[in-house]
């Protein structure tokens, strides 16, 4: 797949039940997930320390240009390197009792 660029991503066609997935080829892991709805998101793909595949949203496609999705995915992924993994934070972060919880 070539470097996702606004063009490459305008020329991406839903699937009929699947979703479609396009990978940059100028940063490992990074690329665009297509929903039959037609919805594009930008995502990261990594394997955490149990090697355990995840995906994680940067953000929409039309939100991010192509270029600040791929340097947050450069950023987000720099943290896997170092040994952090992005999406379980984030699961944990849903979890966390809310205020309302708390004051009940």
Avoid at 59 to 82: H, I, M, N, Q, S
Wanted: hydrophobic share 40%.
């Amino acid at each position: 797949m070539p470097k996702l660029t606004k063009r490459v991503i305008d020329a991406l066609r839903p699937g009929e039940s699947d979703d479609v997935f396009a990978w940059d080829s100028e940063l490992k892991g990074f690329g665009i997930r297509l929903k039959p709805s037609g919805s594009r998101s930008f995502i990261i793909q990594y394997r955490n320390a149990e090697g355990r595949l995840r995906r994680m949203v940067i953000g929409k496609a039309g939100t991010l240009t192509p270029d600040e999705a791929r340097r947050l995915a450069r950023e987000r992924l720099a943290e896997v390197a170092k040994g952090a993994d992005p999406s379980a934070e984030r699961h944990v972060a849903r979890e966390a009792p809310t205020v309302a919880e708390i004051c009940d």
